[in-house]
């Protein structure tokens, strides 16, 4: 059986500096859709929420738009950009680059992020 959700009536929405990620469930899980507005930073908008030093949620999603700078706890970074895959293993920091909003579907990692 085929289910389908639209991220236009999102399950829960939960709201940080500079952002918000919609949530929904499909066939037991969870996907979101992240918004981050120019200037948003992990480290400076996301962590008080996390309460840890670095990201601790793995990340598998598709940017739509917008660019992202990560870098990771051993201290390699790379860039995303529209209409790439990423993978974000946990320990890691991120930033918006430029002034373009960046909308990342995250399909692995919705569900513990920003709590």
Known sequence: MAESRNLSTPDETRTFDKGRLEIVEVN??????????PGWKWSECVKPIAGTDTCQVEH?????????????DDGTQTEVGPG?????????DAWILGDDTCVFIDIMGA?????
């Open 28 to 37: 037991g899980q969870l996907v979101g859709r992240a918004t981050f507005e």
């Open 60 to 72: 598998f999603g598709y940017v739509v738009s917008g660019r992202m700078a990560v870098q990771f």
């Open 84 to 92: 790439d895959f990423a993978h974000m293993h946990a320990g890691h």
């Open 111 to 115: 569900a513990n992020y920003a709590k």
